[in-house]
C-alpha cells in the first residue's frame, strides 16, 4: 500500500497533464472522463522514480486520481 506522500508523487504529473488538457479546450466537459491504467500482465511489479508499485498500488493510484478528477473537472449536470 502506498503512503499518500508516495500516491500524489505518482498522480502529480498525470494531473498536471489533465489541467492543461483542460485549459486548451474551448468547450466544458460534460461528464467526467474515466481513467483506467494498463499495464503489461507480464510485469509484476513495477517502479517508478524509487517507488516500487504492485498490482494493488495500480488499483490505488486509479482510485485517487479518479476522485481528483472528479474534483478537478466540476461537471454540470443537465435535466
Not at 489541467?19 to 474515466?34: A, G, H, I, L, Y
Amino acid at each position: 500500500m502506498l503512503t499518500d506522500d508516495e500516491l500524489r508523487a505518482i498522480a502529480e504529473p498525470i494531473l498536471e497533464i489533465l489541467r492543461k488538457m483542460e485549459k486548451q479546450s474551448d468547450e466544458m466537459m460534460m461528464e467526467v472522463p474515466k481513467l483506467h491504467l494498463v499495464v503489461d500482465p507480464k510485469m509484476n511489479d513495477m517502479i517508478v522514480g524509487d517507488i516500487e508499485i504492485s498490482a494493488e498500488d495500480i488499483k490505488q493510484i486509479e482510485e485517487y486520481l479518479q476522485c481528483e478528477i472528479e474534483n478537478m473537472m466540476h461537471p454540470t449536470i443537465l435535466h
